[in-house]
């Protein structure tokens, strides 16, 4: 049941949320809801594979509820990722993993820089 409206949540997020944000989203459906539980219950969900965790270079977990292979441009500045799509990065190679004894399932190339938001509001700041 929890985890049905857990579930639920992060598929209403059109733009992978942070931990702290689903439970923010889930405290309003289930008042008094632990924060631990939500948390177990997002890792649960990335690991049957329902939803995806997406890597951060910050500490905080984001959580992406597209399964499909897509990319993420990641601001450094404010943290934000959006979902980019490019025929070139589908179609990479995997690198042979087998001497790390690693299977590889899934990856997703992340581009890193600063987002147009960011890039205006600094160019506004050094006219000053
Ligand atoms: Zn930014
Ligand atoms: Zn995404």
Do not use: W
Not at 56 to 81: I, K, Q, S, T, Y
């Amino acid at each position: 049941m929890q985890r049905r409206v857990i579930l639920e949540t992060v598929l209403e997020f059109d733009n992978h949320p942070s931990a702290d944000q689903i439970f923010d989203a889930v405290e309003d459906r289930l008042p008094g809801v632990a924060r631990t539980t939500v948390y177990r219950t997002l890792d649960h969900l990335a690991r049957m594979g329902v939803i995806t965790k997406a890597c951060h270079p910050g500490r905080v977990a984001r959580f992406d509820p597209r399964l499909e292979l897509h990319h993420h441009l990641v601001c450094l500045r404010c943290n934000e990722f959006f979902d980019f799509e490019d025929d070139g990065l589908n179609e990479l190679k995997i690198p042979d993993t087998s001497a790390f004894g690693f299977e590889v399932n899934d990856y997703r190339v992340q581009l890193r820089g600063i987002c147009q938001t960011c890039r205006e509001r600094e160019k506004k700041e050094e006219s000053k």
